[in-house]
């Protein structure tokens, strides 16, 4: 064999080598359905193929972690802050990591109907993308239950801005849901989107305000069973707590100096006042990348 011939061999087993290693690549999403504006989790499982350790960092232009976002009518979505960056991350020959990541907080995703989403690993040692397969999901309005525009209080942040508080139910695989939007509605901008939990179809939530616009709500959750939450004006988790009926079915009430409570039924054991119902926008899931 000519020393030519020998060194086209080396190359093309090298080559050969490289396009056998792999990086695998998995995206999963918890349901194929969302209510515009709630947090879309994404979860991430990227696994190292290649036979050696590897180190994702990102190189030039290219970030090592993205999403390719795509509506129905093929527009492109694209990151909130325009791009974001990860710290370097080594995977072992062999070795899976996977990330959670809250797409309605990277991405500006805006708009109701179909959307194609898949995720993309870059690898600067290889000088290439390794892609998931798209997963197709829907976005969707809700149901209103009520809708509010009030004007946030003297001493609050934001004083003298409007706020638009809105309680809506979303059908999900198994049960309707109940959820809390605060937006302002002269910018646009979203403070919260709360997942408030199960809401049974026969029965209509109570809302009401109180003296500083915040929102107070009784939900019928089960057989006697209600759940109050409370939405603070800008967007804040102001708590949730459990009640059970006993002589008298629990109903909100609102006093002259428009304090709202709950009266009647049972309350149950004090939940922890720091833990929400779910996710909400601003919520950095682990692994998700920093703007």
């Known amino acids: 064999m000519s020393f030519r011939r020998f060194l086209f061999a080396l190359v093309f087993l090298f080559l050969a080598a490289e396009l056998r290693a792999q990086i695998e690549v998995e995206l ?4 194929r359905l969302y209510v515009l504006y709630e947090p879309i989790i994404a979860n991430v499982t990227v696994l190292n193929q290649t036979g050696r350790d590897i180190t994702l960092s990102d190189a030039d232009s290219n970030n090592w972690f993205s999403f390719q976002i795509v509506t129905d009518d093929n527009r492109v979505i694209p990151p909130v802050g325009g791009t974001y960056r990860l710290e370097p991350l080594t995977i072992r020959a062999g070795e899976s ?7 309605t907080e990277l991405y500006s995703i805006r708009n109701f109907g179909l959307h194609r989403i ?4 870059y690898y600067d040692g290889m000088s290439r993308f390794f892609s998931s397969g798209y997963e197709n999901i829907e976005i969707t309005e809700g149901r209103t239950y009520w809708e509010k525009i009030v004007g946030v209080p003297e001493g609050l942040e ?4 409007l706020r638009k ?3 809506l139910s ?6 309707n849901v109940l959820y809390a939007r605060v937006t302002d509605p002269d910018e646009g901008v979203v403070f919260c989107m709360f997942e408030l939990g199960r809401v049974l179809s026969f029965d209509i939530p109570q809302a009401l305000l109180d003296a ?11 057989p006697k069973t209600f759940l109050y939450s409370s939405v603070g004006v800008n967007g804040e988790w102001r708590g949730h707590q459990t009640y059970t009926t006993t002589r008298y079915r629990p109903r909100l009430k609102q006093t ?3 304090v709202v409570g709950v009266i009647g039924g049972q309350v149950e054991a004090a939940p922890d006042p720091d833990a929400t119902p779910g996710p909400k926008l601003s919520d950095r899931p682990e692994g998700l990348p920093e703007e």
């Open 97 to 103: 990591v996977k990330r959670t990541v809250n797409l």
């Open 158 to 161: 934001g004083a003298g801005q």
């Open 165 to 167: 508080i809105t309680l």
């Open 28 to 31: 999963s999403m918890k349901r």
């Open 256 to 258: 002259a100096s428009g």
């Open 212 to 222: 500083d616009n915040n929102l107070h709500v009784l939900q019928l959750v089960g």
């Open 118 to 121: 898949r995720a993309s690993i």
């Open 170 to 175: 979303f059908r999900q695989p198994k049960h």
